[in-house]
Nanobody, 123 residues
Framework: QVQLAESGGGSVQTGGSLRLSCVVSGRRYSSSCMGWFRQVPGKEREGVATIDSDGSISYADSVKGRFTISKDNAKNTLYLQMNSLKPEDTAMYYC?????????????????WGQGTQVTVSS
């Protein structure tokens, strides 16, 4: 099993910044996709940023140029640096991981999820 624990959420004003962290523990895999997703009550969860097993990074159009995803393999930690935050970024943010067993490319399904961390941006 893989456990994911997010932290770093909070309340900020428009234009502010936050850095989310996701510590990965438990079973280790040599390759995996990892990503950040967010969800607002009553809406579907959406992908924010992902890192494929080959290191390719993708962002949702709504966060390009403002958010940066990165990972520190030595610390088993995934990060999401969020700058120039807007009220529409308000959501519960989730970290997710999916082992790829040597495969490459984006992951269509993520089976391991954290509990989420709330981000609230006020105008």
């Amino acid at each position: 099993q893989v456990q994911l624990a997010e932290s770093g959420g909070g309340s900020v004003q428009t234009g502010g910044s936050l850095r989310l962290s996701c510590v990965v523990s438990g079973r280790r895999y040599s390759s995996s996709c990892m990503g950040w997703f967010r969800q607002v009550p009553g809406k579907e969860r959406e992908g924010v940023a992902t890192i494929d097993s080959d290191g390719s990074i993708s962002y949702a159009d709504s966060v390009k140029g403002r958010f940066t995803i990165s990972k520190d393999n030595a610390k088993n930690t995934l990060y999401l640096q969020m700058n120039s935050l807007k009220p529409e970024d308000t959501a519960m943010y989730y970290c997710a991981a999916e082992p790829t067993f040597g495969g490459s490319g984006p992951c269509a399904v993520y089976n391991y999820w954290g509990q989420g961390t709330q981000v609230t941006v006020s105008s």
